[in-house]
C-alpha cells in the first residue's frame, strides 16, 4: 500500500513551456506504490518521475492537458507510417530501465542537441542522477531501448523511452535520440511502437502526458489521433472524465 512521504505545491515560478506564464506542480513524494495504485493517479493526471507524483497546479492557467490514446481505434497518419518504416530495422528491447555511461552520454547528447537548436537550460546529469530520475527502482518502470545493430562498432543505441506500465494503461514518460539519427524521426516512430506494444499486450490506453498547444515540444502529441483529453483536474477520489478530441482540431505539426 502506497506510503505518502511528503506533498506540497510549488509557488509560482516562471513556466518552462509558456514563458510569459507562472507555473505550479502539485507534488507527492510515495513509496511503495503499487501499479494499481499509480494507476488510479495516472488517469486523474499525475505523472511519475522516480518517486515523484505531480500534475499541474498553475492557479491562471489551464494550458496543460492530459492526453491519452485508446490503443484499437489508433491510426497512424502518413508521416507516422513513414517514421515507423524508417526505424523498422532498429532493433528493440522493453525492461528494466537501466543507469550506466552509455545511457548518460545518449541523454547529454540529444540535450546537448536542443540546447543549440531549441535554446533549452543546459541538464548536466551524472549516473546517479540519471537513476533517479529515469531508473528509480518502480514496479511500474520500464525502458524501450532502441539499438542499430548495423552501425559501425555496433550493436549502439541510439534512442530510448522511458515508460511505465500497469494492467490498463502504458505511460510514455521520456525519450531521447542520437542526434544523427533525427532524420528517421525516431520520436514518432517511438509513440506509435508504444501503441503496438500496448494493443499486443492488452493494454487499452497510452497516455502521453500533457499536451500543450502553444508550445512546440508538446504540441505534437495532439497528432495521434483518436485520442481523448482530460476534463480538469479531478480529485484522489473524484471519478475521471476523459472526452474524445474534436476531429475539427487541426493536426499540429510535427516536433
Known amino acids: 500500500m502506497a506510503l505518502l512521504l511528503a506533498h506540497d505545491v510549488e509557488p509560482p515560478r516562471p513556466c518552462s513551456y ?54 484499437e481505434g489508433f491510426r497512424p497518419n502518413r508521416s507516422q507510417r513513414r517514421a515507423r518504416a524508417a526505424c523498422a530495422h532498429l532493433r528493440v528491447e522493453v525492461g528494466v530501465p537501466k543507469a550506466d555511461e552509455e545511457r548518460l552520454a545518449l541523454y547529454q547528447a540529444w540535450h546537448a542537441e536542443r540546447e543549440a537548436s531549441r535554446e533549452w537550460e543546459p541538464s548536466p546529469l551524472t549516473v546517479r542522477e540519471y537513476s533517479l530520475q529515469f531508473s528509480f527502482p518502480h514496479p511500474s518502470a520500464r525502458e524501450v531501448a532502441w539499438y542499430d545493430d548495423g552501425a559501425e562498432g555496433g550493436p549502439r543505441l541510439v534512442a530510448l523511452g522511458i515508460c511505465d506500465e500497469t494492467p490498463r494503461a502504458w505511460s510514455a514518460v521520456y525519450f531521447f535520440y542520437d542526434p544523427d539519427y533525427a532524420r528517421l524521426s525516431p520520436g514518432t516512430a517511438n509513440v506509435v511502437f508504444q501503441v503496438e506494444l500496448a494493443k499486443a499486450r492488452g493494454i487499452p490506453h497510452v497516455y502521453l502526458g500533457f499536451r500543450v498547444q502553444a508550445c512546440a515540444s508538446l504540441r505534437y502529441k495532439g497528432g495521434f489521433r483518436p485520442h481523448e483529453l482530460l476534463q480538469g483536474r479531478p480529485a484522489l477520489d473524484a471519478e475521471p472524465s476523459w472526452v474524445p478530441a474534436s476531429s475539427e482540431e487541426p493536426e499540429p505539426a510535427g516536433p
Open 18 to 71: 509558456l514563458p510569459e506564464r507562472q507555473a505550479s506542480l502539485e507534488n507527492l513524494v510515495l513509496r511503495d506504490v503499487s501499479p494499481e495504485e499509480y494507476e488510479h493517479l495516472l488517469v486523474r493526471g499525475w505523472r511519475r518521475f522516480g518517486p515523484v507524483y505531480f500534475r499541474p497546479a498553475c492557479a491562471d492557467c489551464q494550458e496543460c492537458v492530459s492526453l491519452r490514446v485508446p490503443v
